[in-house]
């Protein structure tokens, strides 16, 4: 097993060991794990309504921050509306165009892709709202976060809306989180999540379960680390950063152990 394998906390890396030098680890959003996380992306419906609705009430064009594979970017396009979809991570961009190709009614025509960081963008152009679902934000640090709240304020329009979804965490069901989930390829994925009670971060870990791996070659195995960023937190960052909370939608609980919210900001 690899020093970064070793290194994985709790249930996940005592499940990693069994496998010794089997395993491949690698990060979620690179070239091997974003076929995974589009996968996985593609079956959850979490957010999406409420923050289409949001979004509806606010008419222009819209900037989406981290949009991945295009969870997000496609049903945003089907409400009618320009979308411009910024992402970092080139395997996701990638993705992205191909599935925009692909999407019905030449929809995609109205997506502008852009390859850059939500911490630190210029794109020259105003919008009517900005959005940053998928509890995206947790994978920003303080520092990052002050970047793109900045660059958010800067690239919306007057009476414009700011929406971002989060996660908060409670120790309900101890330090480790072990689910099975279902890709929209019918796959199947072992999620191993470790959080202590109080830690700023939680270890997510995607594998396949058990029974489904082989008993000779290499396993592959995605981690991620996600910041635990409360509701009430994040406000009062966006208010320092002059981004005013107006409206709080609770969103479907992933488990007992999450409370999933979509806050929705203006320039104050």
Same mark, same amino acid.
Request: proline letters at 6%; charged letters at 25%; one cysteine or more.
């Given at each position: 097993?690899t020093t *970064?394998?070793?290194?994985?906390p709790?249930?996940?890396g ?5 496998y010794?030098?089997?395993?491949s680890l690698?990060?979620l ?10 996968d ?6 979490t ?13 222009g ?5 981290a949009?991945?594979s295009?969870r ?14 910024? *992402? ?14 692909e ?33 995206s934000?947790?994978l920003?640090d303080e ?8 660059a ?6 007057p009476?414009?809306?700011?929406l971002?979804?989060?996660?908060d965490v ?6 480790d ?8 390829s019918?796959?199947?994925y ?12 939680r ?11 082989? *008993? ?6 995605l ?5 635990v ?19 709080r ?5 992933a ?7 979509l806050l929705?900001a203006?320039?104050?």
């Open positions: 097993m *970064e394998a070793a290194a994985v709790g249930l996940a005592q499940v990693l060991a069994a010794g030098d089997r395993i690698h990060d959003y690179d070239e091997a794990g974003a076929p995974v996380y589009h996985l992306a593609a079956v959850d419906t957010e999406i309504r409420e923050l289409l609705r949001s979004v509806r009430a606010v008419p064009p819209v900037l989406e921050l949009a991945g295009g997000l970017t496609l049903p945003l396009l089907a409400l009618g509306r320009e979308v411009t979809a910024l *992402e970092l991570e080139e395997s996701m961009v990638a993705l992205l165009r191909e599935r925009l190709v999407a019905p009614a030449g929809i995609g025509k109205r997506c502008t892709v852009v390859r850059g960081d939500m911490s630190v963008f210029e794109l020259g152009s105003t919008y009517a709202v900005v959005v940053l679902g998928t509890t934000v947790s920003l520092r990052g976060r002050a970047g793109l709240y900045a958010v304020r800067a690239h919306l329009r009476g414009g809306r700011f971002l979804s989060t996660v409670t120790d309900t069901d101890g330090d989180l072990d689910l099975e989930a279902v890709g929209v019918g796959r199947r072992r999620m191993i999540e470790h959080w202590r009670a109080g830690q700023e971060v270890k997510v870990t995607i594998l396949p379960p058990q029974r489904h791996i082989p *008993e000779e070659g290499p396993v592959l195995a981690t991620t680390s996600i910041r960023l409360p509701p009430d937190d994040l406000a009062r960052e966006l208010a320092l950063a002059g981004l005013r909370v107006v409206a939608h609770p969103l479907p609980a488990s007992s152990r999450h409370t999933g919210v929705e203006e320039a104050a």
